[in-house]
């Protein structure tokens, strides 16, 4: 997940008290929340207390006076620095303190009061599923609920994600991001301001092998079948002739396991499609579609006799990966930061291990990057759990923390870092990779 500070703002105090200057953190590029030093200092310490000070990255020093606009913009990068650190390291990213503070900032900023609402759920196949929810509900309290709405048992809601999508024109959907534990799923969707923007339910799992633990259920069962149909029939599913016909004539049977068992036999199944994007493999500026799934991102292009073309990158031969956003200023501005910007434009670079002592860097050019970016991380994290013997079911939040104080030695080695790029002229603070490559292992490769 990208946190950023693209910006500031000079605010007036309560009751026409002195004026403060405001930070907006950004996730994923849009506002989440806005809050002030003062706040970000309590996060601060409230955390050294809990986790001790040698555990805290650097966080930026008190002022006696006021600060100049440089001093304010070096301190804007220390705190974008300092969010960026608190939420890649697994226990400090996954801290009720960490999330609960973003949590309150977000409906403080988009002043929405605490009430009951009727929430709308989408499924992969359309259809919607109202849940009763408390606007100050999070991510994983809107999971069960929709859970106990369609009467999936507790120890499956782990195998499945609320995803924040973009419908669009032709009811087609584009994934923005899956719901973190940070947010309100509510305040997030409505902040948005525009119906295009949905809640979907989705499988979060990329290892075909859990389909086995989904399908002893039969509501699991039916989730499971609902979203293998709708990828087919987006195309997302690659699918012979013969293929086709039987699958509908399952279908028409309503085998909906034998149809499965012939859908983790396709190509692509389980994955995740991206819209139409830019690529620099196998040549500058090619046109590609990118699809996440069983460890890998698969970029198909069509070469110019029409003829569909596929190029499969495996996670565990990614040393490492980085998002960089760029935002040009116009030519000759002295705009401040966050002012008069034009679009951002984001890609996703990972180096990879063409053969052996051959690493080349791939990068693809996309408004979804970070998205993919986090798909990448997710089929990492699912890998290093499976290697300690880990579950993905839902377990106590003892048993949760149990295993995440298990598994963070393993994590810190993927969690997502600031590296270096020969090929870029962004910022530091732009550029974050993740060492999948080491983390996992030689034997893997």
């Not at 930061?337 to 052996?356: D, W």
Request: include cysteine; proline fraction near 4%; charged fraction near 25%.
């Amino acid at each position: 997940m990208h946190f950023s500070i693209p910006e500031t703002e000079s605010r007036s105090g309560d009751s026409g008290g002195s004026a403060y200057v405001a930070y907006n953190i950004h996730v994923n590029g849009v506002l989440h929340c806005r809050v002030r030093y003062s706040q970000l200092l309590g996060l601060h310490e409230q955390l050294r207390k809990e986790y001790g000070a040698n555990v805290l990255p650097a966080f930026p020093p008190k002022k006696l006076f006021s600060l100049t606009p440089a001093e304010v913009e070096q301190r804007r990068e220390q705190l974008e620095k300092y969010m960026q650190a608190v939420r890649q390291d697994p226990l400090l990213g996954s801290s009720e303190t960490f999330n609960s503070f973003l949590r309150r900032a977000q409906q403080e900023t988009q002043q929405v009061p605490t009430e009951e609402v009727s929430l709308e759920v989408l499924l992969s196949n359309g259809q919607k599923v109202l849940v009763n929810v408390l606007t100050s509900d999070q991510t994983e309290d809107v999971l069960e609920a929709v859970a106990a709405k369609l009467d999936l048992p507790d120890d499956l809601i782990g195998y499945f994600s609320l995803f924040l999508v973009r419908e669009k024109e032709d009811g087609a959907f584009s994934f923005v991001r899956k719901l973190q534990e940070f947010e309100l799923p509510y305040v997030s969707v409505t902040s948005l301001r525009s119906q295009e923007y949905k809640i979907v339910l989705r499988k979060s799992y990329w290892d075909s092998a859990y389909d086995d633990d989904v399908m002893e259920n039969r509501v699991g069962l039916n989730l499971l079948y609902a979203q293998t149909v709708s990828d087919i029939e987006r195309g997302w599913i690659l699918v012979t002739k013969e293929q086709h016909r039987q699958l509908k004539s399952l279908q028409e049977k309503v085998s909906k396991k034998e149809f499965l068992r012939l859908a983790q036999t396709l190509r692509h199944y389980g994955y995740l499609r991206f819209d139409a994007c830019v690529a620099d493999f196998p040549e500058k500026d090619c046109p590609v579609v990118v699809s996440a799934g069983n460890s890998e991102l698969s970029l198909q292009l069509r070469l110019p006799g029409q003829q569909l073309r596929e190029g499969s990158f495996r996670v565990t031969r990614m040393r490492c990966w980085r998002v960089t956003s760029s935002v040009p200023l116009p030519s000759g501005s002295t705009s401040s930061p966050g002012r008069g910007r034009g679009e951002v434009r984001l890609e996703l670079a990972f180096e990879y291990l063409m053969s052996k002592d051959r690493l080349q860097w791939v990068t693809i050019t996309s408004p979804q990057a970070i998205m993919m970016s986090i798909c990448l991380q997710s089929m990492v994290d699912e890998l290093m759990v499976k290697k300690s013997g880990g579950s993905i079911r839902k377990e106590s939040p003892d048993a949760t923390r149990e295993s995440m104080v298990k598994l963070s030695s393993k994590l810190s080695a993927v969690s997502l870092r600031g590296i270096g790029s020969p090929s870029t002229d962004a910022s530091a603070s732009d550029v974050h990779g993740n060492f999948a490559f080491e983390g996992i292992g030689d034997e893997d490769l």
